[in-house]
């Protein structure tokens, strides 16, 4: 979903640069209290384990493919802020080391990664906290899965409408969001399958060997 | 020796495993270089997958566009191998850039600590 240079035009970047930058600031803001030291290195490997899924391309249609975006599983460990953060910077990577997406389009694809997939993250906590409230952490992982699958699936789905509508109103593109909508849904409504599952995975795989990583219900944190 | 701590061992292991993965992966295969969503939709409705309209600004010094890199025909070899530099480039960068920001965070509070004790 990495939108590349001239697609979108300069009326709809520069507000999603501000928005980008603004929640930047407040995110380094907030993972300066909230951040622990021996929390570094797990940050930095679950950043590098994401940056190699999202090489990992997996067939959905006809030949068509999708990738895992990873910001709900990213924020799923830590938080929303720090997940910000974390794709902001693989992102910043794919667009000046292997040319992926555009450097002056940055600012819409962290939206679209990093804030729009916000969304999949709030389904993920409604979900765990409707749902695992009086179940004992470890024993019955259904609900957590559940909530992962979801949340994941949720992130897609919200980024690519957010894409649908950026590129819809966007003058260099010669279609309107009637028609760029329902498609970015077609593709990415099956994409948001291969995301869920993938994040169920890395999420399952953590709650058996290092359950420690994953917060419980009482310090499940909706945003920061 | 030094024991390495259960947090670094996870980490460690979770790289490991990552680039395990990728390769197993790679390797089934269950990769697909084709168009995706974006570009599929770009193409279904332009006849272009990648549909980019004239542009003030190209950025032309990546050193590997498109996930290319130099004298390498396996492509097999070739995913992973970027799979795991671009890996370690994230890794390092994210590391550093945390460390840096705990670093100025402890020092602010050494320096709130003096000012309070004087």
């Known amino acids: 979903m990495h939108i590349g240079e001239g697609l979108l035009d300069l009326s709809i970047l520069i507000p999603l640069w501000i928005i980008v930058l603004g929640y930047g600031a407040i995110s380094l803001f907030k993972i300066r209290k909230s951040v622990k030291t021996d929390q570094v290195a797990i940050i930095s490997v679950i950043t590098a384990m994401v940056f190699a899924f999202q090489m990992l391309n997996f ?12 910001f709900v599983l990213m924020a799923i460990f830590f938080s929303p802020t720090t997940a910000f953060i974390m794709i902001s910077v693989i992102l910043v990577i794919q667009a000046f080391v292997f040319a992926d997406g555009g450097i002056i389009a940055l600012g819409a694809n962290m939206f679209n990664m990093g804030i729009a997939t916000l969304l999949g993250y709030f389904i993920y906590w409604i979900i765990r906290k409707k749902f695992s409230t009086n179940e004992a952490e470890g024993s019955n992982t259904k609900p957590l899965l559940i909530a992962t699958f979801f949340g994941g699936y949720f992130s897609v789905i919200f980024a690519s409408i957010i894409c649908g509508i950026e590129i819809g109103i966007s003058d ?26 993938i994040t169920m995975m890395v999420v399952s795989f953590f709650q058996k060997y290092a359950p420690e990583y994953i917060p419980t219900i009482e310090n499940l944190p909706i945003w920061s | 020796m030094k024991i390495i701590n259960r947090t670094n061992k996870i980490a460690i292991y979770t790289f490991l495993i990552s680039l395990g993965a990728l390769a197993a992966l790679l390797w089934i295969p269950i990769y697909l270089a084709g168009p995706d969503g974006l570009e599929q939709v770009q193409y279904d409705l332009t006849g272009n997958g990648e549909y980019e309209p004239e542009s003030n600004f190209s950025f032309d010094w990546s050193p590997f566009p498109d996930y290319e890199f130099i004298n390498t ?34 020092s602010e509070k050494k320096n709130a600590e003096i000012i309070k004790n004087v």
Do not use: A
């Open chain 2, 73 to 106: 025909d396996n492509n097999y070899g070739h995913t992973w191998l970027i799979g795991l530099i671009g890996s370690i480039i994230t890794c390092f960068i994210i590391f550093g850039g945390f460390k840096l920001l705990l670093v100025k965070r402890q």
């Open chain 1, 59 to 70: 067939p959905i249609l006809t030949g068509t493919s999708g990738h895992l975006i990873g």
């Open chain 1, 172 to 197: 260099n593109f010669p279609f309107g969001i009637g028609v760029t909508i329902p498609t970015m849904l077609i593709y990415h409504s099956l994409i948001g399958i291969g995301e869920g599952l």
